[in-house]
C-alpha cells in the first residue's frame, strides 16, 4: 500500500489515455458498451432528444395562446400539443435526466468504484429506456394523445379516441428502467464504497441519489400496475375505474398520485444533490450541518410517500383526510426548507466564485424556493379550492421542475462536462446563457401565477381576452427562455472539439472524481483509492492514497 499527496491543479492528464468520447470507436462499441461513464452519455444524448421534442411541443402552446382565440391550432390539436409535452418531459425527461445522467457517470467515480455493481443491467436499462421512448413518441407524432399526461380516467380508459394505449405502453416500459437503474445504485453505493468511505464521508450528491432509487424502487411499479390497469379496462372493458362499468374513477387518481407525487422527488432531490455539490466547491466551504442535508434527503422520501392526497383536494373525499394530507404537505416542506437554510449558511463568509455552474445554482435556490412557497398555497385546503386547475398549479409545476431539476441538471452539466469530455467551454457564453435562463424562466411562468389567482384554467386553448396581456409576457418570456437553452447546446458541442484542455480538476473541487484524468480511463482509478478525510474538507490539502 503506498501514499501520495497529490496537488489536483499540477496533474496533467495521461497523454496515452483512453478518450471514449471518440467517435472512431465506433458506433458498435457505444450499442454495446459495459462502461457506466459512456452509458450515462448515451442517457444524455437521448434525453436532449426528448426535451427538444418536448420543447418544441411547449413553444407552439405558448403561440397558439398569444390571441384569445388560439393563433395557431384548433383545440383538438392543442389538446394533443399539451398531453405531448406533458408526457415528454416527465416521463422521458424530468425522471430520468440527473439520474440517468449524471448519476451513472458519477456514482461509481465518487465513491472510488470502478464501475456499477450490475454493468450488463446498466445498459439493458438504457435499451429499455430507448425502447419506451421511441414507442411513445412514435405514437404521439404519428396520432397522438388527447389526455393530458396524467391519463385521467374515464375518460383515458374508455371514452378518449386517440393513442393512449401505445403512448401508456411506451411509459410502461419506460418505468421498468427506472426500477433497474434504482436497484444498480442501491446495490452499488452498499457495496462497493472505496474503503474509508464511510456513510458520513459520501459525497451529499450519492445521499440524494440513494434517496432517489429507492423511491424508484418502491414507487414505480405502483405506476406500471396503474397503466396495466387502464390498458386493461380500454381493451377489455373491464369496469375498473369507469363507472358505467362498476369502476371508480377516483381509485385511478389515489393510484397514479402515490406514485407521481414521490416522482415530484424523483426529478428535485438529484438536484439538490447537484446543488450541494456546486454550493461547496464555489464558496470553499465545507456544507454548514452536512449531516442535516443527507438526512434531508430521507427524509423527503420517506414523507413523499404519504401526501398524495392533495392533489384530490377537490375530488370529494373525506374532510379529515383532507386536512391529514395538507398537514402532511406542510410536513414534508420542512426537510426541503433545511437544505435552503444550510446551503444559504454554507454560503456565509465563504469564498464565492461566481462561474456558470454557480450561478445555476444560486438560480435553484431562488426558483426552487418560490415554487416551494406557493406548494403551501395549495396545500391549504381553502385556497385549493380556487387555485385547483388554474394556471398557478403550472406556474408552481414549473418553478419546482424547471426552475428546480432543471437549473439543476444545467448546473451540474457544466460543472462536470470537462470531467466528462476532457475540454474546457467558453465561459462567457455560459455566463450569459445562465442569466438568460434565468430571466426568461421568470418572464415567462411569473405571469402565470397571476393568471392562476384571475382564474385562468389551465388546458384551454381559448380564455377571455382580459388575460392576453398576461399570456403575451408568457409567450414573450417563453422565446427569450428556448434561446436561453439553445444557446449551450451550442457551444457544449462546440466545446468537445474545439475546446481548450480541462486538466483533472479544472475548479479546484473536492471529491475522488477530481483526483483522476478528464475524461477518466475506463476503469475510473488504477488502484482502489483509501478514503482518508471528511467529505468537502476544503480547510485541508487533497490527500488520495491507493492499495
Do not use: C
Not at 436497484?183 to 464511510?198: S, Y
Request: aromatic residues 16%; hydrophobic residues 50%; neutral net charge.
Amino acid at each position: 500500500m503506498s501514499t501520495a499527496t497529490v496537488d489536483i491543479h499540477e496533474v496533467p492528464a495521461e497523454s496515452g489515455e483512453v478518450n471514449y468520447l471518440n467517435a472512431t470507436y465506433g458506433i458498435r462499441s457505444w450499442l454495446l458498451t459495459l462502461d457506466h461513464k459512456r452509458i450515462g452519455l448515451l442517457y444524455l444524448v437521448s434525453i436532449t432528444i426528448m426535451f427538444v421534442i418536448g420543447g418544441i411541443a411547449a413553444m407552439l402552446m405558448r403561440i397558439n395562446l398569444i390571441e384569445p382565440q388560439g393563433a395557431l391550432v384548433e383545440p383538438e390539436t392543442y389538446n394533443k400539443l399539451f398531453s405531448t409535452h406533458g408526457i415528454i418531459m416527465v416521463f422521458f425527461f424530468l425522471v430520468p435526466s440527473i439520474p440517468a445522467t449524471l448519476g451513472n457517470f458519477l456514482i461509481p467515480l465518487m465513491i472510488g468504484a470502478r464501475d456499477v455493481a450490475f454493468p450488463k443491467l446498466n445498459l439493458m436499462s438504457w435499451y429499455i429506456f430507448v425502447t419506451g421512448a421511441s414507442l411513445a413518441l412514435y405514437s404521439l407524432m404519428t396520432g397522438g394523445v388527447d389526455t393530458g399526461w396524467t391519463f385521467y380516467t374515464p375518460y383515458s380508459s374508455t371514452y378518449s379516441h386517440s393513442a393512449v394505449i401505445a403512448v401508456a405502453l411506451g411509459v410502461f416500459i419506460a418505468g421498468f428502467s427506472s426500477i433497474l437503474t434504482g436497484l444498480n445504485f442501491i446495490v452499488t453505493i452498499h457495496k462497493m464504497r472505496a474503503p474509508g468511505m464511510t456513510w458520513f464521508r459520501l459525497p451529499l450528491f450519492i445521499w440524494a441519489m440513494y434517496a432517489t432509487s429507492l423511491i424508484f424502487v418502491l414507487a414505480t411499479p405502483v405506476i406500471a400496475i396503474t397503466i396495466f390497469l387502464l390498458g386493461l379496462e380500454r381493451l377489455l372493458h373491464v369496469g375498473i375505474f369507469d363507472p358505467a362499468l362498476g369502476g371508480d374513477p377516483l381509485l385511478f387518481q389515489h393510484m397514479f398520485w402515490f406514485y407521481s407525487h414521490p416522482a415530484v422527488y424523483i426529478m428535485i432531490l438529484p438536484g439538490m444533490g447537484v446543488v450541494s455539490e456546486l454550493i461547496t466547491a464555489f464558496s470553499r466551504k465545507k456544507i454548514f450541518g452536512y449531516s442535516f442535508v443527507a438526512f434531508s434527503s430521507l427524509s423527503i422520501a420517506v414523507i413523499s410517500f404519504v401526501v398524495w392526497g392533495h392533489h384530490m383536494f377537490v375530488t370529494g373525499q373525506s374532510v379529515y383526510a383532507g386536512l391529514v394530507f395538507s398537514v402532511l404537505s406542510f410536513l414534508v416542506a420542512i426537510p426541503s426548507a433545511v437544505k435552503v437554510f444550510n446551503w444559504t449558511a454554507t454560503l456565509y463568509k465563504g469564498s464565492i466564485s461566481y462561474e456558470a455552474p454557480m450561478l445555476y445554482a444560486l438560480g435553484f435556490i431562488g426558483l426552487f424556493t418560490m415554487g416551494g412557497l406557493t406548494g403551501l398555497f395549495l396545500a391549504s385546503l381553502a385556497v385549493d379550492v380556487h387555485l385547483n386547475g388554474t394556471y398557478f398549479i403550472v406556474a408552481h409545476f414549473h418553478y419546482v421542475m424547471v426552475g428546480g431539476a432543471v437549473m439543476a441538471f444545467m448546473g451540474g452539466l457544466h460543472f462536470w462536462w470537462p470531467k466528462m469530455t476532457g475540454r474546457l467551454y467558453p465561459d462567457v457564453w455560459a455566463r450569459l446563457a445562465a442569466a438568460i435562463i434565468f430571466i426568461g424562466f421568470n418572464l415567462t411562468f411569473f405571469p402565470q401565477f397571476v393568471l392562476g389567482y384571475l382564474g385562468m384554467p389551465r388546458r384551454y386553448a381559448i380564455y377571455p381576452a382580459e388575460f392576453q396581456v398576461l399570456n403575451v409576457m408568457s409567450s414573450a418570456g417563453a422565446s427569450i427562455l428556448g434561446i436561453g437553452y439553445l444557446i449551450p447546446l451550442i457551444y457544449l458541442t462546440w466545446s468537445m472539439r474545439y475546446g481548450k484542455p480541462a486538466g483533472p480538476n479544472p475548479w479546484g473541487a473536492k471529491g475522488l472524481e477530481w483526483t483522476i484524468p478528464s475524461p477518466p480511463p475506463t476503469e475510473n482509478f488504477e488502484e482502489i483509492p483509501i478514503v482518508t478525510e471528511e467529505a468537502y474538507n476544503y480547510a485541508g490539502t487533497n490527500t488520495v492514497s491507493h492499495v
